[in-house]
């Protein structure tokens, strides 16, 4: 039997700092847009100035993910980490001084480069930390977290602006994420060998001996080869752009769906977005969840990932078919709170998928297939903004988000784990 320990270990109080520094990040990503409206009136900024601040953050998050993944396989989970937070904490606290427009992208420009690479480090965290067969739920989990930060920022940054100011807000904001950035630098180690407050059978749980090691043998980093890299990466990449398409989409027209389709005010806009974006986190901790209990029931890697990310693109599909035949309110709710609920079920086991694919450089790969989900941030409100506009008709977006989802469960086939399941089976075994 694997084992078990009731006590807070070392591996859980590291994986509870990563969980509320997800929460602190994505109230810094979100702090702008709450603050938007003031900030725009005061330095009398157009629409599409606030909008260039908003993508700003945007394009280098997506843009300096991989590269932010690499340095952090090269540096350490530790040192990559602590320089993310500095980042991103400089580019908060700077907000708050900003003059003008130009300053204000410059600001979100360090803002994203810092959270660029947050998650593809953490993931590099939780596969050194976490036992394997509780790393999807740990994932699922984290990233729940993150929105969870999305659904508190509205009245953590609405209170610090009406007790203090705007510019005070982001102040206070940056200050705090620079605290977290420093108890995670103090307590986290790159290997848990490394730590002194880890214990023996907390190492044997990780599939570690009690032996000492040197930090410079965890520091080696092996080359990349490119080809192979990319070979092994892509299809989990693109399974990550077809979630990240529906994801983004219901985060960003839900709301003026209700509003264009049903005529509703913008109380009960407010309400049922809130609902639908709440099922949105369950889904993710369910998904987490899911994979991982399916791993132990089949005891494949690349089962437990691959039938969980297929099982929630198909339920995701099923889910918004109703919203093309009918435009009955509670079904659309229904509907859109069910689709969102089984499409964040696949989150866990897509940054999973990051990570069994090429363990040896978790950081990378993990960063690297987050960019499908960021990619498609980018262009997936366009597009449908752009359909919506050429033909009037919420039908056509269904419909091609629902080809979409079609191709999702044939691109995951492709993906290959085999290395890292012969292992996780071999330890399977062990721990039965």
Known sequence: ???????????????????????????????????????????????VSIGAAFSAFSITYAGFMIVGGRIGDIIGSRLGLTICGILWAIGTVSTGLVGGLITLIVARVVVGAGESAVYP????????????ERRGSAQGIMHGCGRLGAALAPAAVTSLVLSFSWRWAFIILGAVSLIMTVVISVFLRDDPRLHPGVTREELASLGHDDKKIARAEV???PPIVWSEF?????????????????????????????????????????????????????????GGLATDLWLKRTGSLRRARRDTIIVSFLAAL?????L???????????????????????????WMLGMDVLPEHSATSTATVNTGFATAGAVSPIIVGWLLDATQSWNDVFIISI????IGPVV???VRVYEVEDAAESQLRKAS
């Open 1 to 47: 039997m694997p084992i078990q320990s009731k006590t807070l270990t070392v591996g859980k109080k590291i994986f509870a700092l990563l969980c509320m520094n997800a929460v602190i990040m994505y109230i810094d990503r979100s702090n702008l847009s709450i603050a938007a409206p003031i900030i725009q009136s005061e330095m009398g900024l157009s629409n």
């Open 121 to 132: 480090i953490s993931s590099s965290v939780i596969a050194r930390w976490i036992p394997a």
């Open 219 to 221: 520091m080696r980093s």
């Open 230 to 286: 990319i070979a092994k990466v892509w299809p989990a990449t693109v399974v990550s752009f077809i979630y990240g398409w529906f994801s983004w989409f219901l985060l960003s027209w839900v709301p003026l769906y209700f509003s264009r389709a049903h005529g509703l005010e913008i109380k009960k806009v407010a309400l049922f977005s809130t609902l639908v974006l709440i099922f949105g986190v369950l889904g993710m901790v369910s």
């Open 318 to 322: 099923i889910c918004i078919v109703p």
């Open 324 to 350: 093309v035949f009918t435009l009955d309110l509670m079904v659309d709710v229904v509907s859109l709170a069910l689709g969102y609920f089984f499409i964040e079920c696949a989150d866990s086991s897509i």
């Open 403 to 406: 080809v979409i989802l079609l």
């Open 412 to 414: 995951v086939s492709f």
